[in-house]
């Protein structure tokens, strides 16, 4: 994309302040946007926290500036631990970004910067930047109907949807097709309180915000959208898919990526790889990798396996690259010649490799519009989180896939893959998944929905500082 000429007053260029989430999964999304925002001749300033900061030498046209936040110690990895540390973190660096957006202002005229985009999940920094009068947007990296959901929290309460009773996981939530209970952002009912306060507060940030930047497209979610804006009565950008804008490539990852999977997938015949990857989070107990290594190496069917360090409950996260190989031993002897296990991919352009034809995923946000945008149909197993109502979108909507619930056991495991992956059940989902391929292109082609929203987006950025 050529870059534009984007200039402030006294023909300062126009300057974008963004916040990031530090999680890979919303890192990744902002760093997009960034590479969007920048191509359309904005200045990109980028805060970020200590905990998986970025690296500034990776992006050499952005200036980054660190906020301190107070946390010691890695990133937790348990989903409840995550969700307290995104409210411990927010507050933690409350203070001390409100000393370096203060310092920035006096620095840079405020009269240069466009607004400050944030993560929807760091309410503090829409607070900070409110009282300095900095406009704000909010970056939603989930999609729209997680986002209806998060403000129906109220109402699921009030008509006893949640918290979840283990006798209404099939029930439909009429009010939010088509999710059902069991689709809903909810954690185990002893830990709701927490979930409930990360979700409220998301939703105090929205509602503090001059507007809503979603990372999906009219294609995979109209009636979404729809309800969104009617709900939120405020604008929302669906500028989506974000990665077909400005890919990543390397840089923004905080666990270094194997690339000599993708010379591996060039000797194998199209559609033909498995990719399996659970995203930067999700955790499996010891028992379930076993039972889908050997479910895998019993459909026959060539794999790419992500078995990032901490993966397995309870081991390490230390990014030792050797820390899989005894998890799996055996295995790998057993599915040499057809098998490949690394630590962390290139996953966007292994969704686009022709070998790759199905993608074992957690259904996290990114992990499925990237799969989608590549035609690559799913087999689903979400953790926690947006990850089951994605999968209700994957099987029932979109009908690109379907979920594997329950426990797992080797046998349905090698059924499911068989299924997704040389069955004509799977071959249907492979061709509706390549319509959606089609819709992804056109709306990102030069005139196309995403980028007349992006031009909607940046006249409305330039549009707040008036
Ligand atoms: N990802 C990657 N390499 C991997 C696994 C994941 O680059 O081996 C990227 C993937 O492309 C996606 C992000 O990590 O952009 C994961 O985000 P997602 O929302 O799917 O899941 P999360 O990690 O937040 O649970």
């Known amino acids: 994309m050529a870059a534009q000429s984007n200039t402030g007053h006294g023909g300062r260029r126009w300057h974008v302040l963004l916040f990031p989430l530090p999680y890979q999964g919303h890192i990744n999304p902002m760093l997009h946007l960034a590479g969007l925002l920048h191509a359309r001749g904005f200045a990109i300033t980028v805060f970020h926290t200590h905990n998986n900061a970025p690296d500034p030498a990776r992006h050499p046209d952005y200036r980054f500036v660190p906020v301190p936040d107070g946390m010691s110690g890695p990133a937790p990895v348990a989903i409840l631990d995550v969700v307290a540390h995104i409210i411990a973190m927010g507050r933690a660096c409350e203070a001390a970004f409100r000393d370096c957006l203060a ?184 028992r379930d990798l076993a039972e889908t290594a050997w479910g895998i190496a019993g459909s026959g069917v060539p794999f790419l396996w992500v078995v990032r360090p901490g993966l397995v409950r309870g081991s390490s996260a230390d990014p030792d690259p050797d820390d899989h190989h005894h998890l799996l031993e055996g295995f790998e002897a057993a599915t040499r010649g057809r098998g490949m296990v690394v630590a962390w991919a290139p996953q966007e352009e292994v969704l686009r490799h022709r070998s790759v034809g199905g993608f074992w995923t957690h259904a996290g946000w990114n992990s499925t519009a990237e799969s989608v945008c590549e035609g690559v149909p799913m087999l689903c197993r979400p953790c926690f989180g947006d990850q089951m109502g994605n999968a209700r979108y994957v099987e029932h909507l979109w009908r690109v896939g379907f979920e594997v619930g329950g426990g797992l056991e080797k046998g349905s495991v090698e059924a499911a893959v068989r299924r997704l992956m040389t069955d004509r059940d799977g071959a249907e989902m492979r061709a509706r998944a390549g319509e959606l391929k089609k819709a992804a292109a056109e709306y990102t082609r030069k005139g196309g929905s995403s980028c007349l929203a992006i031009d909607k987006l940046v006249a409305h950025m330039i549009s707040l500082s008036d």
């Open 103 to 286: 310092a920035f202002l006096e620095e840079y005229s405020r009269d240069a910067v466009a607004c400050l985009v944030a993560d929807t999940h760091l309410l503090p920094v829409f607070e900070v930047a409110t009282t300095l009068r900095v406009p704000t947007l909010s970056l939603r990296t989930g999609s729209a109907a997680c986002c209806s959901c998060f403000l129906a929290y109220p109402m699921l309460f009030e008509k006893d949807y949640l918290p979840v009773q283990e006798s209404q996981r099939d029930m439909p939530v009429i009010e939010l097709p088509p999710y059902r209970v069991r689709d809903l952002v909810a954690v185990a009912e002893d830990h709701g309180g927490l979930e409930r306060e990360l979700i409220a507060r998301a939703v105090a940030a929205m509602k503090l915000s001059s507007g809503v930047i979603l990372n999906t497209f009219d294609a995979l979610e109209r009636r979404e959208l729809e309800r969104l804006r009617r709900d939120l009565a405020m604008p929302v950008f669906d500028i989506g898919p974000l990665h077909k804008f400005s890919p990543a490539g390397d840089s923004s990852r905080l666990l270094r990526q194997d690339r000599t999977c993708l010379d591996w997938l060039d000797a194998w015949p199209p559609e033909s790889v498995l990719y399996v990857s659970f995203g930067s989070l999700a955790c499996v107990s010891a």
